[in-house]
């Protein structure tokens, strides 16, 4: 499996998403890293390649949100992928593919969230 493909899930944190509640959890995502396609070296180093993963996606999330100007949601998409590569090491940014859907996801919620 492509070494990109490692880091290709972003998940919401917690379980039981409801309309009410999906603003609040998609404002702090979580990344969760496929241990399928992990070699062995990437399985070893999951926990903390999450973690790094995690912390700048949120960082880029509370940006994208304090910085939205009425973008649309796939440039809003866009914005949070770039940031979140910018917050990481080149290696780690090259690698990382979020999954489309989960990430439009996080857009949405800033984009609706900008409209309260």
Known sequence: MDRRQAFNR?????TGVTPTD???????????L????????EQKLRGPLEDQLTSALQAAT??????YAGESV?????????R??????????A???PDPVQLRR???AIVTGSHE
């Open 62 to 67: 509370e940006k994208t949100r304090h910085t």
């Open 106 to 108: 996080v857009a949405e």
């Open 84 to 93: 979140t590569r910018s917050g990481l090491h080149p290696d780690i940014a």
């Open 22 to 32: 999906t603003e609040e959890i998609m404002a702090e995502p979580q990344v969760t």
């Open 34 to 41: 496929d241990p399928r396609s992990l070699n062995v070296v």
């Open 95 to 97: 690698g990382f593919q």
């Open 74 to 82: 796939d440039e809003v998409s866009e914005q949070l992928v770039e």
């Open 10 to 14: 972003v998940t919401p944190m917690g």
